[in-house]
């Protein structure tokens, strides 16, 4: 299943200006935006031993607050984000990136994870392909 507005969503075109936009506390929307980061990772409860899935990694900025951990799967519909991200995460050794829609990736077999990981995405989704999001995680 991908979700309705996966290609709107998808930020290749504005990727270049991203990190910048989203760092301008004058839009509403992005207060606090660092320290949300800082704190989802806070008390995501991440050790040595977990397998990480962050949904909607983007350019990187939250996945380079992960600590070091068994393995980081990341996944975007944006190949231009991920390809930003690379200098940013080059810290975590066992990480992959999957080019796909974030309901999408339940398609792909992965496994079971620790820990999932995701900020300034899932509100994207429609109420009904939130209610199918939550049954597959």
């Known amino acids: 299943m991908r979700?309705?507005?996966?290609?709107y969503f998808n930020h290749?075109?504005?990727?270049a200006g991203y990190d910048a936009d989203v760092l301008n506390e004058s839009d509403p929307?992005?207060?606090n935006y660092e320290s949300v980061l800082d704190w989802v990772v806070a008390v995501a409860g991440i050790k040595e031993f977990s397998r990480i899935l962050e949904l909607g990694s983007g350019t990187g900025?939250?996945?380079k607050r992960i600590p070091?951990?068994?393995?980081?799967?990341c996944v975007d519909v944006?190949?231009?984000m991920e390809k930003l991200s690379r200098d940013k995460i080059?810290?975590?050794?066992?990480?992959?990136?999957i080019n796909d829609d974030v309901l999408a990736v339940f398609e792909h077999d992965l496994g079971r994870f620790d820990v999932v990981l995701s900020t300034y995405t899932i509100h994207h989704l429609t109420e009904e392909e939130k209610s199918h999001f939550f049954q597959e995680l």
Do not use: G, M, P, Y
Request: glycine share 0%; with cysteine; charged share 30%.
């Open 78 to 80: 944006s190949k231009r």
């Open 68 to 73: 070091q951990c068994k393995e980081v799967v």
């Open 90 to 97: 080059a810290h975590l050794n066992h990480r992959t990136f």
């Open 29 to 31: 929307i992005r207060t």
């Open 61 to 63: 900025n939250l996945t």
């Open 12 to 15: 290749d075109e504005n990727a």
């Open 3 to 7: 979700s309705t507005h996966a290609d």
